[in-house]
């Protein structure tokens, strides 16, 4: 029986929205705030790096994870340098910070976390400068990144809400696939399925790693 006010915007549509305690504010849209030009360097320097600090984590590789998260610091402070919008600016520093704490400490459940949040992030700017497609293929490799570290957690739903989210980014990047990983994916995600049904994480983490191998080149 309440209100909330809502404002939208012109190629924006609904902008911001709240009330009761709860915000819903638009950061970016596309094509909007598309931007002309290739993809700064900067902005592939944090994703793939965040990528090689996740894998380098797994392997226990410290002084590489540590190496990459300096590089991946330093392109941050290159690429902040300019204009960034303000709603996502804030968000990639603190989980920088946060990657680098956690590298430092050596703890390998928030470093892959952190390193997974960067990511994502790096990804909404990069939205501005390629097509849809290549950023969903991307984020399906970090939403499969995402099921290895809740299975390791024993979190079994929010494994079970990152197969839900990876199963509409299958959709969006299926048509992408060249014919032989097209027919790979889809039988793996049916054995995830079934590994989150059965409440087995060790193998929805092993299915999650052989759907990262499918589309890793694609990065």
């Known amino acids: 029986g309440k209100t909330e006010d809502k404002t939208f915007a012109p190629g924006y549509g609904e902008f911001y929205t709240a009330g009761g305690g709860d915000v819903e504010a638009l950061a970016l849209a596309v094509p909007t705030d598309a931007a002309a030009g290739p993809t700064p360097a900067e902005l592939d320097t944090l994703s793939s790096g965040a990528l090689d600090t996740f894998d380098a984590v797994r392997s226990g590789n410290w002084n590489a994870a540590s190496a ?62 390629r097509p849809p497609v290549e950023i969903d293929q991307a984020r399906f490799n970090l939403w499969a990144a995402q099921i290895m570290v809740d299975a390791a957690a024993g979190d079994a739903a929010a494994v079970n809400g990152d197969l839900f989210t990876l199963d509409y980014v299958r959709d969006r990047i299926l048509p992408s696939l060249d014919g032989a990983d097209f027919t790979r994916v889809n039988p793996i995600l049916e054995e995830l399925q079934t590994a989150v049904d059965d409440g087995d994480l060790a193998a929805a983490s092993d299915a999650a790693e052989r759907l990262r191998e499918i589309v890793r080149p694609l990065r």
């Open 68 to 129: 990459t998260v300096e590089k991946m610091e330093g392109a941050w402070e290159t690429y902040r340098a300019g204009r960034v919008p303000k709603m996502i600016e804030p968000r990639i520093t603190d989980d920088l910070a946060a990657l680098a704490k956690a590298v430092d400490a050596r703890n390998a459940a928030q470093s892959q976390q952190a390193a997974i949040d960067a990511a994502q992030w790096s990804l909404d700017l990069q939205l501005r400068h």
